[in-house]
């Protein structure tokens, strides 16, 4: 089992900057594949970043409306990964979620969420205009 745990959101206003954080605890050295998901109230969860580690090289996915905003990175050493948001938007409003899978070969859909099983219970992202 991998725990996951969120941290780093809250309320800025558009045009500002924040950091997500998900700790990763358990049987984290199988999960080689961590993913940023999120969900507006009565929208679907979307994918919105992902890195995947193969053969020591890391690969990195972004949705195409974080792409050049958003970015994904993660720390080995404490079993953490980062979502560095910029130039945040209200349409980014939405509770953010950290996945985990177990891809040996990074050959899943990164930002499937059927793609991942284990998930961290969210942090909220508001975004005012």
């Known amino acids: 089992q991998v725990q996951l745990v969120e941290s780093g959101g809250g309320s800025v206003q558009a045009g500002g900057s924040l950091r997500l954080s998900c700790a990763a605890s358990g049987y984290t050295y199988t999960s080689n594949a961590m993913g940023w998901f999120r969900q507006a109230p009565g929208k679907e969860r979307e994918g919105v970043a992902s890195i995947c580690t193969h053969s020591g090289a890391s690969s990195t996915s972004y949705h195409a409306s974080v792409q050049g905003r958003f970015t994904i990175s993660q720390n080995n050493a404490d079993n953490t990964v980062y979502l560095q948001m910029t130039n945040l938007k209200p349409k980014d409003t939405a509770m953010y979620y950290c996945?985990?899978?177990?891809?040996?070969?990074?050959?899943?859909?990164?930002?499937?969420?059927?793609?991942?099983?284990?998930w961290g219970q969210g942090t909220q992202v508001t975004v005012s205009s």
């Open positions: 996945a985990a899978a177990h891809d040996p070969n990074c050959v899943r859909a990164a930002l499937l969420s059927g793609s991942y099983n284990y």
